[in-house]
């Protein structure tokens, strides 16, 4: 799979969702890219730090697009209590 299919796929889902806004995109695009990286495994362990600074975004919207995106059926998120342990996200098929 490639970033581009794997966006296209969330694209096509998105089409008629209402309920995603640009935030919600900025952050699947950033998850997309570090699954990209991990080799396109769909369990990847991420650290919430980056992924704000990556997706542009602070730890409120953080939460609550990550939040909504698990909520829509897009992703499954485990957060880490440990501050120096990643969060789990699992990308459901589209």
């Given amino acids: 799979m490639s970033e581009f299919e794997q966006l296209s796929a969330f694209y096509e889902a998105i089409a008629e969702d209402n309920r995603i806004g640009a935030y919600h995109i900025s952050l699947y695009i ?21 992924v704000m600074q990556e997706a542009r975004m602070g730890r ?14 897009y992703l499954r998120y485990e957060p880490s ?11 459901n098929k589209l």
């Fill in 60 to 73: 409120k919207t953080f939460n609550k697009c990550m939040n909504d995106l698990c909520e829509y059926g």
């Fill in 81 to 91: 209590t440990n501050p120096k342990g990643g969060c789990k996200v699992y990308f």
């Fill in 30 to 50: 950033t998850l997309v890219r570090l699954r990209s990286h991990a080799g396109w495994q769909n369990m990847i362990t991420v650290y919430r730090s980056l």
